[in-house]
């Protein structure tokens, strides 16, 4: 479905949502926040905060996702959030941000045309308590790559915004069934993605790439918080960055 339906949409959602906190005086500058479980919105900073919990990552050597919903990708990923991906991508609309579209490939007749992840670049960092101080991280400090033993790249996330999908007759924003919050590599309905050409699954070239590092993340049912603000986008991606580091 097309990215303006999509935002009509999800504008119709957050005004319903708003209807039902409680009214502000005619002097407040900005309307009241919509309710949004989970999610903790600075407009003015330009801050989403997501409440997360650490989980056992079942498949450590394979992760294609850094944070999933409940009862979705949990064994390939290390992080669960409870907030609704729709809620998450009304929460970075609200501090200005805009979507993009998930990775897909269309058909040419036989020929395959790619169509990377577009979208809005978002830092994203982890906030937890260690050692009884908060401290503040780049969420890259978590995810290694298994063959170079380096790091994830950056921090640097797209807000592709997931998609909406008929079901029933009703559009349904497809993140909130499948559970995509942060990947690593593309399912084609995450709500944010990296900037990578590899897909999810056995054939997609990217499970076996990404693995949890075992030095930085604290023990599982650790509670952290997962802060998105806006950032610059060098328009390299995970594989040119790669390729960088290799010469």
């Known amino acids: 479905m097309h990215s303006s339906v999509s935002l009509r949409i ?18 407040q500058k900005d309307p009241p926040l919509p309710a949004l479980p989970g999610i903790s919105v600075d407009r003015e900073k330009k801050i989403v905060d997501l ?15 850094l944070a999933c919903m409940p009862k979705s990708r949990e064994h390939e990923a290390i992080i669960r959030i409870a907030a609704k991906p729709s809620h998450i991508h009304t929460s970075l609309m609200l501090i ?5 579209t998930p990775a897909r490939v269309e058909f040419k007749g036989e020929e395959p045309i790619y169509h990377p992840p577009k979208g809005d670049p978002v830092a994203v960092w982890i906030i937890y308590e260690k050692d009884g101080k908060e ?5 890259s400090d978590w995810i290694v790559n298994q063959k170079t ?43 944010l993605a ?47 960055k790669e390729k960088e580091k290799a010469n």
């Open 10 to 27: 999800l504008t119709a959602m957050l005004l319903v949502v708003s209807a039902s906190t409680s009214s502000v005086s005619a002097q």
């Open 96 to 100: 200005g941000l805009k979507a993009g």
């Open 194 to 240: 990296r900037k990578t050409k590899m897909r999810g699954g056995q054939g997609g070239g990217g499970g076996d790439t990404w693995g949890a590092n075992p030095k930085g993340i604290p023990k599982n049912g650790t509670k952290i918080t997962v802060r998105l603000t806006p950032a610059k986008d060098d328009g390299k991606g995970d594989e040119g």
């Open 135 to 139: 401290v503040t991280i780049p969420a």
């Open 51 to 65: 409440e997360g919990v650490i989980i056992p990552a079942l498949q450590p050597d394979w992760l294609e996702l």
């Open 149 to 191: 033993k380096e790091n994830l790249p950056d921090n640097i996330w797209l807000f592709t915004g997931s998609r909406l999908v008929e079901i029933d007759g009703k559009p349904v924003y497809i993140a909130d069934v499948e559970g995509n919050i942060l990947s690593l590599v593309n399912f084609g309905d995450e709500v």
